[in-house]
C-alpha cells in the first residue's frame, strides 16, 4: 500500500482536481491523503478571528465569501444534475454549519472544529467527483484513526490500531481517500496536527501500516540543493537520508513539514517528494540510506535572533547553562543553534514574542547582547569528520563574508552558520559555486 498527499495548491481547481487522476491509478491499493484547497484553511482562520473577536459581521462576510467560491468551485467541478446537487448540498451544509458558530461561546476547541471543514470538504468533493465519473473509491474519515496525546504527539500505535481494522473491513477496495491535518486530541475533540500538517498526516499514516512509501505531491520538482528564488542553476536533489531531510526540513518547511521525516524514519518507510506538475521527473527520495562523501544542499532560514549572555560566573562554574535554557523553557521558547566560549554563551532564536521578558530574566546572569535580522545558513551532507575537507571549502567560499556564529559537530550532517541577513545571498551564491560548480 502506497500512501499519496496531494497539498492545497493539487486540489486548488477543479482542473487540477480532475487532472489527480493523471497520477492516482485507482486500481493500485493506495490511500490518498488531501489538504484543504489552496487559501481555504487561511480563510477558516480569519473567520475564527472574527468569531473570537465576536465581530459576527465580519464573520458572516467572510464565511460567505468563502461559500461563493465553493459554489462557483463545484459548479466546475461537477456535470451531472447529481452531482452538483450533491455538491451543492455539501458545500451549503458545511457554510451553515460554520454559520452556526455565531451562536455559541467561541473558545480555541470551536476554532479547531472550524478549521477542519477544510479537509473535510476538500476529500468529499474528491469523492463525489470521482464517484460522478465512476470511479471506484473508499472515503475514511481522519477523525476515526487520527490521534494526539495529551503533549500533543501523534499516537501512531492507536493510530495503527484502529487503522488496519478499517482499511480490512473493505478488503476490495483499492483506492482510500482521507484528511490531512485534522485529528482528535486525548480528549475525544476534533484537533489538528499544526498548519501543514497533511504532509505529516500522510507519513503518520505510511508509519502506522507499514507502507511500502510515502509520496508527498507538491509543485516543485523535489527539494533543491538551494533556494531557487536566489539561486541560478539549483537541482532536485535525487537523494536524502533521513538525517539529512530532517536537517533540511527545518529550512525547507514549505516543501516538507519538518516533523513528518521522524515518524518515516522510525518505521523506515521511503518518502518520496514529487510534483503534480511534472509527474514523470524522479524528484527526491528519502530513505534510510546516506551516500557518503557528498554535499547535498545550501539553505537558508531568515528572521533570526542572536542572543549574547557573557557572565565570568560561567568560568569553571556547572549548572550555568542549565539556568540560561530555563529561561528559555519558561518562555516555550525554542533555540536554534548555540555556541559557547568559556565566559560567554550565544545562541539564536526565530520566535521573538517573548524576548523583552527573556532579556530582562537574563540580564540577571550578565552582559545581554542582542543581535537581530541575522540568517541562519545551513549545508548538509556528510560532513563525517575525517573526509574531504568540506568544512574547509564552507569556510573558505565565505571567507568574505562576517560570520556571527558557526555550530559543527552537532550532527555529522551538517555544518550551520550565522551571518547577518544583508550578506545572505551573497553567502548562498558563494556557497554555490565552491560546493556544486
Ligand atoms: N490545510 C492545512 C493548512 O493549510 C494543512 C495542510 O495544508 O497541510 O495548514
Ligand atoms: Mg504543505
Not at 355 to 365: A, K, P, Y
Not at 397 to 420: D, E, F, Q, V
Request: glycine share 6%.
Amino acid at each position: 500500500m502506497k500512501i499519496l498527499k496531494f497539498g492545497g495548491t493539487s486540489v486548488g481547481s477543479p482542473e487540477r482536481i480532475k487532472s489527480l487522476l493523471d497520477i492516482i491509478n485507482p486500481k493500485e491499493k493506495q490511500i490518498v491523503v488531501l489538504s484543504a484547497v489552496s487559501g481555504t484553511t487561511n480563510r477558516l482562520v480569519e473567520i475564527s478571528q472574527a468569531f473570537l473577536n465576536n465581530d459576527k459581521s465580519k464573520a458572516t462576510k467572510l464565511i460567505n465569501n468563502l461559500h461563493h467560491f465553493y459554489t462557483k468551485f463545484i459548479s466546475e467541478l461537477f456535470s451531472t444534475p447529481e452531482g452538483l446537487e450533491q455538491g451543492a448540498n455539501l458545500v451549503n451544509y458545511h457554510f451553515s454549519f460554520i454559520h452556526s458558530f455565531a451562536n455559541d461561546l467561541f473558545t480555541p476547541l470551536e476554532e479547531k472544529i472550524i478549521l477542519a471543514q477544510g479537509e473535510l470538504i476538500s476529500t468529499t468533493l474528491y469523492q463525489f467527483y470521482l464517484n460522478e465519473i465512476g470511479v471506484s473509491s473508499k472515503l475514511l474519515s481522519a477523525l476515526d484513526f487520527m490521534k494526539i496525546d495529551e503533549d500533543n504527539e501523534p499516537d501512531v500505535a492507536f493510530i495503527s490500531e484502529h487503522l488496519k481494522p478499517i482499511l480490512a473491513d473493505y478488503p476490495d477496495h483499492t483506492l482510500f481517500i482521507t484528511q490531512g491535518f485534522i485529528c482528535r486530541n486525548s480528549f475525544g475533540e476534533i484537533d489538528n496536527l499544526r498548519r501543514g500538517g497533511s504532509d505529516y498526516t500522510a507519513s503518520l499514516i505510511g508509519a502506522a501500516i507499514n507502507a511500502e512509501e510515502v509520496q508527498i505531491w507538491t509543485d516543485i520538482d523535489g527539494m533543491h540543493n538551494n533556494d531557487p528564488r536566489i539561486v541560478s542553476g539549483t537541482k532536485p536533489i535525487a537523494r536524502l537520508s533521513f538525517d539529512e531531510a530532517a536537517e533540511l526540513a527545518y529550512f525547507g518547511a514549505k516543501i516538507l513539514h519538518p516533523q513528518s521525516v521522524f515518524p518515516a524514519q522510525k518505521y523506515k518507510i521511503p518518502v518520496r517528494l514529487l510534483n503534480t506538475m511534472d509527474p514523470k521527473a524522479p524528484g527526491t527520495l528519502i530513505t534510510d540510506d546516506s551516500e557518503r562523501g557528498k554535499i547535498k544542499s545550501i539553505a537558508a532560514k531568515d528572521g533570526i535572533t542572536a542572543i549574547k549572555i557573557q557572565s565570568s560566573r560561567m568560568l569553571l562554574a556547572y549548572g550555568f547553562l542549565r539556568r540560561v535554557f530555563e529561561v528559555f523553557e519558561r518562555y516555550k521558547t525554542p533555540i536554534d543553534m548555540i555556541t559557547t566560549s568559556e565566559v560567554a554563551v550565544s545562541v539564536t532564536i526565530d520566535d521573538t514574542r517573548n524576548l523583552e521578558e527573556i532579556l530582562s530574566e537574563l540580564n540577571r546572569f550578565g552582559t545581554v547582547e542582542i543581535d537581530s535580522d541575522q540568517t541562519i545558513i545551513c549545508v548538509v551532507g556528510d560532513f563525517a569528520a575525517q573526509t574531504h575537507g568540506y568544512a574547509s571549502r564552507v569556510f573558505e567560499a565565505l571567507k568574505h563574508i562576517p560570520i556571527r556564529m558557526i555550530s559543527y559537530g552537532g550532527s555529522s550532517y551538517n555544518i550551520s552558520l550565522l551571518l547577518k541577513t544583508d550578506y545572505k545571498v551573497e553567502a548562498l551564491r558563494s556557497l554555490h559555486s565552491r560546493l556544486f560548480e
